[in-house]
C-alpha cells in the first residue's frame, strides 16, 4: 500500500467512506450533493427546462388502483407530455449484459400493459436499485431506455436515438452503475473502500502545518490503482450517456464519485478543489458549450472524443455512428475557436464520423493493433472481417477497435494540400434529416496530388515470430511503410525486402504488377497535408472499387520524411486529380 501525496499539499482532506450504498448515508451523501448543485451551480441548470422524453417511469406508488395489490410494487409508463411542467427526470445509464433470457423490455406486444403498471419485482436488480434511489431522493420520474423505448420499433428505436442528447443533457441526475456488467447485477450494495481494512487510521497524529491540530492519517490505495476499466466504461453505448449527463453519480465497486459541470469529487476525497483535478479538458468544454478560449477547437476536441470511444465495445457494430450521434450534434454547435461571447456560426458540417471543416485532417487516422502501439500489422491476428455497410471507408466508423488521430493540429506549420469538393461530397442518412445517426451511403470527392503506386505485403520471420509489412512504392526507390486499416491476407513470402518490386523482382513471377499510370493503376496515394517543421507528409492509401465504377475505398495511411532525394522523388512522381472516396 503506498502512500501519494496530494499534489496541492502533503495530506488531502479525507472522510470515511459509506460502507453499503443501500443505507440511509448513501442517500444523504447524494442529496447534500445534489441540493448544492442546484442552489450554487448555475452552469449545471438544464439548459432546456420544458424538454420531456417521449416516455417515463413514474414511480410514485398506486395508491388509488384497485387491480394494484401492492402499490409500492409497482411503477407504470406515462408519457412525457402529460407530466407537470416543473417536475424533473433522472436517467440510469447501465449494461444491459449477455443474457437477456427474462429481461423485461417495452415491446409493442406489452405498452398497453406497462402504461398500467410494471411490477418492480419482474425488473433486472439494476434497474430495482435505480427505482430505489429515486424513490428515496424523492424524483418521481426516471428514464430508462429499455422499458421507455419500444424496443421492437425500429423506427421509433432511431427516433429516440437521435434524441439522446436532450435525454441525458436535460436530466435532473443520471444513476451510472458502473459496477454492473449486467443488468442483473445491481449496483448498491458494499463498497470495497467502506470496508474495515480500507478504514483504519495510523495510531498516531500528524500535524500538517505548525498552526495546524493534530490529524488523523489513513493509509489508501490511489485511484489510479484500481482494478482496471469498470464494465460500464467499456461500452459504446453509456460513453455519451455519461458525457451529456449536467449531473452524474458513479456507482463503482469502490465508492461512489460524484461529477457535475462545476464539480468532481469522491467520498473519500470530498473536499478538494473540482475544478483543479475534475473532468478532463475535453469533457469540461463539451458539457460548457460557451466555451470561449482561443486555444478550444471542435475538431480537436471531436478527435479526442472519438480515441476514447473507438476503444469501447458495441454488441452491434451498425451502431457505431448512432452510439456517439449525440455527441457528434453538440459539436457541430459548438462556437468557433476564440469566438467571443459564444458568438454563433453555421453548423459544422458532419460526413459520417467527420467533421469538413477539418478535412483532410481529420481523415489522418490509423488503428491501433493490440501488438503495436502505432498500428503496424500483427500477423497473428486474425483479418478482421467487415460488417454490412455502416460508414463509408474513410470514416473511422467504417472500422473495429480503437482509432489514432494524426496530431496535425499541434504543429502550425501543417499545409493542407487536400481540398474537399463540397458539391460531389455527400451522405445519405438512414433516417431522413438525421445528420449525425446511421449511413446507408457516403461518397468524399477531394482534389489533390494523386500518385499511382504499388502495393505489397511481405511475410517475415523475425526471431522465430511471424511478421507482416505492407508497402507501396512508386518506382523511385522509396518504399513507403503502410499503417493498414485491416490486417492484410495477400502475403508474399520468401522475398527480398528491398529489391522483390514489379521491375526489379528477379523473376519469381509472385509479385503483383503494378502501372505507373493512374488510369491502370490498382493503387494510389492522396497526399493530404505536410509539416514543414518536421519536414514529413502524410498519405492516404486508396486502393480501387470494384463495386463503385470511378471511385477509390481506403486501404490506410503512410508517414513519409522528406529528408531524402527519394521521398521527394516519391511525391514528385504523382499530379492534381480529382478522386471519389466511398
Not at 180 to 207: M, V, Y
Not at 502 to 530: E, H, I, M, N, Q
Amino acid at each position: 500500500m503506498i502512500f501519494r501525496p496530494h499534489p496541492t499539499g502533503p495530506f488531502p482532506s479525507s472522510s470515511l467512506v459509506i460502507a453499503d450504498t443501500r443505507s440511509a448515508e448513501c442517500i444523504y451523501w447524494i442529496s447534500r450533493l445534489l441540493k448544492d448543485c442546484m442552489t450554487h451551480h448555475k452552469c449545471c441548470s438544464t439548459p432546456d427546462p420544458a424538454f420531456r422524453p417521449h416516455r417515463l417511469i413514474d414511480l410514485e406508488p398506486l395508491k388509488f388502483r384497485a387491480s394494484v395489490r401492492n402499490p409500492q410494487d409497482t411503477v407504470r409508463l406515462v408519457l412525457g407530455q402529460d407530466i407537470h411542467r416543473n417536475a424533473f427526470y433522472a436517467a440510469l445509464s447501465y449494461c444491459w449484459g449477455e443474457n437477456l433470457a427474462g429481461f423485461v423490455r417495452t415491446v409493442a406486444g406489452n405498452l398497453s400493459a406497462h402504461y398500467d403498471n410494471i411490477s418492480i419485482t419482474s425488473l433486472p436488480r439494476t434497474v430495482q436499485d435505480a427505482i430505489s434511489v429515486c424513490r428515496e431522493l424523492k424524483v418521481r420520474y426516471l428514464w430508462i431506455d429499455a422499458l421507455c423505448i419500444v424496443q421492437d420499433d425500429e423506427r421509433e428505436w432511431r427516433h429516440e436515438a437521435a434524441l439522446m442528447s436532450k435525454i441525458y443533457e436535460n436530466s435532473h441526475l443520471t444513476l451510472a452503475a458502473q459496477r454492473a456488467s449486467s443488468s442483473q447485477d445491481g449496483f448498491l450494495g458494499p463498497q470495497r473502500f467502506g470496508g474495515p481494512l480500507w478504514q483504519q487510521p495510523l495510531d498516531r497524529k500528524f500535524r500538517v502545518s505548525r498552526y495546524s491540530r493534530g490529524k488523523t492519517v489513513f493509509l489508501r490505495p490511489s485511484l489510479a490503482e484500481g482494478r482496471g476499466v469498470p464494465p460500464l466504461s467499456s461500452r459504446g453505448w453509456t460513453f455519451q450517456e455519461c458525457l451529456l449527463s449536467r449531473r452524474i453519480v458513479h456507482f463503482t465497486e469502490d465508492q461512489m464519485l460524484w461529477c457535475c459541470n462545476k464539480r468532481l469529487c469522491s467520498e473519500r476525497d470530498a473536499t478538494r478543489d473540482p475544478m483543479s483535478t475534475g473532468p478532463s479538458p475535453i469533457g469540461r468544454q463539451l458539457l460548457n458549450i460557451s466555451q470561449t478560449s482561443a486555444e478550444y477547437s471542435p475538431g480537436m476536441m471531436w478527435m479526442n472524443l472519438v480515441e476514447m470511444y473507438s476503444a469501447r465495445r458495441l454488441t452491434k457494430s451498425s451502431d457505431k455512428l448512432i452510439a456517439i450521434s449525440a455527441v457528434a450534434q453538440v459539436i457541430s454547435q459548438l462556437p468557433s475557436p476564440g469566438a467571443v461571447g459564444g458568438a454563433t456560426r453555421p453548423p459544422l458540417r458532419y460526413l459520417a464520423g467527420l467533421f469538413q471543416e477539418y478535412l483532410p485532417g481529420q481523415l489522418a487516422w490509423f488503428m491501433k493493433h493490440p501488438d503495436d502501439q502505432r498500428g503496424q500489422d500483427p500477423v497473428a491476428h486474425e483479418p478482421q472481417k467487415l460488417s454490412p455497410y455502416r460508414a463509408p471507408t474513410w470514416s473511422w466508423a467504417s472500422r473495429d477497435g480503437q482509432i489514432i488521430f494524426d496530431d496535425w493540429y499541434d504543429d502550425p506549420t501543417t499545409q493542407m494540400l487536400a481540398e474537399v469538393e463540397d458539391d460531389r461530397t455527400f451522405v445519405i442518412p438512414i433516417v431522413e434529416g438525421d445528420a449525425t445517426g446511421g449511413v446507408k451511403w457516403a461518397e468524399l470527392t477531394v482534389t489533390g496530388k494523386v500518385i499511382p503506386v504499388v502495393l505489397r505485403t511481405v511475410g517475415q520471420n523475425s526471431g522465430g515470430a511471424s511478421q507482416v509489412k505492407t508497402q507501396v512504392s512508386a518506382g523511385t526507390g522509396c518504399n513507403l511503410t503502410v499503417k493498414t486499416d485491416l490486417i492484410r491476407t495477400d502475403v508474399i513470402t520468401g522475398h527480398d525486402e528491398d529489391s522483390c518490386w514489379p521491375g526489379d523482382c528477379p523473376g519469381c513471377g509472385s509479385c503483383a504488377v503494378g502501372s505507373r499510370s493512374l488510369g491502370d493503376a490498382t493503387y494510389c496515394c492522396l497526399l493530404l497535408f505536410k509539416r514543414h517543421a518536421g519536414g514529413s507528409a502524410v498519405l492516404l492509401v486508396l486502393e480501387r472499387s470494384i463495386t463503385t465504377e470511378q471511385a477509390w475505398k481506403r486501404v490506410g495511411i503512410v508517414l513519409m520524411f522528406l529528408n531524402k532525394d527519394s521521398e521527394r522523388g516519391f511525391l514528385d512522381t504523382g499530379c492534381e486529380t480529382t478522386i471519389t472516396i466511398v
